[in-house]
């Protein structure tokens, strides 16, 4: 059993900054890709970071480009997703998920390992 938790979610106001918190127990983190999806009510789950087993490269959304960065501290079995120059259009539930391969993906098949969510909530 895999188990994700999410943390650091809030109300912010555009332009403004969150550092996600995603701890994973259950699996040898460091052998593994992460990743980070969100999900706003009434559209799909999307894609917006990656991060591979080590820590050495990573992938981002478009979207998100340039404004968040996703890293990983695997002797705390934790991964980050540090959030600047928000938008309210980033508003959204905040999944961690984990992969079975090396990563880095944007592929949501190939996590099968998912958190709660963190709601991120952006004002303008």
């Known amino acids: 059993q895999v188990t994700l938790v999410e943390s650091g979610g809030g109300l912010v106001q555009a332009g403004g900054s969150l550092r996600l918190s995603c701890v994973v127990s259950?699996?040898?983190?460091?052998?593994?890709?992460m990743g980070w999806f969100r999900q706003a009510p009434g559209k799909d789950r999307e894609f917006v970071a990656t991060?591979?087993?080590?820590?050495?490269?990573?992938l981002y959304a478009d979207s998100v480009k340039g404004r968040f960065t996703v890293s990983r501290d695997n002797a705390k079995n934790t991964v980050y997703l540090e959030m600047n120059s928000l938008k309210p259009e980033d508003t959204a539930l905040y999944y961690c998920?984990?992969?079975?391969?090396?990563?880095?993906?944007?592929?949501?098949?190939?996590?099968?390992?998912w958190g709660q969510g963190t709601q991120v909530t952006v004002s303008s």
């Open positions: 998920a984990a992969s079975y391969g090396l990563g880095p993906t944007p592929d949501v098949k190939v996590f099968d390992s």
């Open positions: 259950g699996r040898t983190f460091s052998n593994y890709g």
């Open positions: 991060i591979n087993y080590s820590g050495r490269s990573t």
